[in-house]
């Protein structure tokens, strides 16, 4: 998966610039800007730093990390407005010494095996203060939008085989979970949970959910 990423660097923001997903980058943007306005935020798997030019000048601190060092440079170089730090971490793992207001993850969630859940939502829990919340979105699968699923492991995760403009292909982890399985996971690891499934009835591609830490 890291070395996926690392070679899709310099093409990465390309999956934003879909014309048929515009719409609902808008309004998640909004609802996002709102969400972390004044709060201190850790941000997981940055990438290059899509999410964190539009919301880190709405936070009152945000440390953008990801495992990928290439990518943090890509981070570095664009000067986001707002964004107090940037750090490796691991994902899977984090751990931090001060705990913050808000852990924020875009289309993470997809990238992680069905049997590393439990590691990921119980590290991401120390990361936290009391009343604090994960915000997490991720894809929804949309035919005609989405790459194809290529194969699904005895244990129900899927993959799909994407290429890249140096002609390589990569199998890329990338489940699709449905309404359920995320309300099921929200209420298993956190004490209130504020599923936005509501307001996103009129998001097509993305999915969107609060877990607060009680």
């Known amino acids: 998966m890291l070395d996926y990423y ?9 999956i934003y610039a879909k014309p048929e997903r515009q719409s609902d980058l808008q309004k998640l943007i909004a609802q996002l800007q709102a969400d972390v306005a004044h709060c201190s ?3 997981l798997a940055c990438g290059t730093g899509w999410w964190t030019e539009r919301l ?5 601190a945000w440390v953008a990390t990801d495992a990928d060092e290439g990518a943090l440079e890509v981070v570095r170089h664009k000067n986001i407005r707002g964004l107090s ?21 875009a289309h993470w969630y997809s ?11 119980d590290s991401v829990r120390t990361c936290l203060k009391p009343g604090g919340r994960l915000i997490m979105l991720d894809n929804k699968y949309v ?8 194969r699904t492991d005895a244990h129900g995760n899927t993959y799909q085989t994407r290429p890249l403009k140096d002609g390589s292909t990569h199998e890329v982890l990338k489940n699709f979970p449905s309404h359920l399985q995320l309300q099921s996971v929200a209420e ?6 504020k599923f ?6 009129d998001v097509t591609h993305y999915w969107y959910v609060v877990m607060l830490k009680g």
């Open 111 to 121: 990238h992680l095996l069905h049997n590393e859940l439990d590691t990921f939502f």
């Open 56 to 60: 880190a000048p709405h936070a009152s």
């Open 6 to 14: 690392n070679k899709r660097l310099s093409e990465y923001e390309a």
């Open 85 to 105: 730090a940037t750090q490796t971490l691991n994902a899977y793992a984090p751990q931090i010494t001060a705990p913050v207001d808000c852990v924020f993850a």
């Open 143 to 150: 035919m005609g939008s989405s790459t194809p699923i290529s």
């Open 188 to 193: 298993k690891y956190f004490t209130h949970c």
């Open 196 to 201: 936005e499934d509501d307001w996103t009835k």
């Open 41 to 43: 935020v850790l941000e």
